[in-house]
């Protein structure tokens, strides 16, 4: 089967310029194949890449219909505990966004300002 027949996209435009970027997508796309489960298109007749009629059993009841099965992928890790706090007055009339954007910007300058403190220091 091809790829886009069992649910891989594919880009063509797209090169690896790495191999670690190569296998690690190899491996990936087995492990995808592994898990694969592809109904032969007609009942008895099964193509060079179609699931054995063993493993079509095996696959969940009630996604027979299906051509193409893939089974449910597990959880993610549940994230770290939000600490939630209750919203007060102090909270809400703290300016969030401009507080933020100060930040930012005193981190994008920091190399810029150490710059201009060594050369006033230099100049003395």
Known sequence: ATATTIGI???HRRINKSKESL???VERLQA???KLIVYPRKGTKAKAGDSTAEECKKAADGLTTAKVVMP???KAAAPAD???V???DELTDEPAYAKMRIARNNLKLVG???K???AKEADK
Do not use: S
């Open 23 to 25: 296998d690690k997508n």
């Open 116 to 118: 201009m403190l060594e």
């Open 86 to 88: 209750e919203l007060t």
């Open 32 to 34: 995808y194949k592994a």
């Open 72 to 74: 449910a992928a597990p």
């Open 112 to 114: 810029i300002r150490k």
């Open 82 to 84: 939000v600490e939630f």
């Open 9 to 11: 996209a594919v880009d």
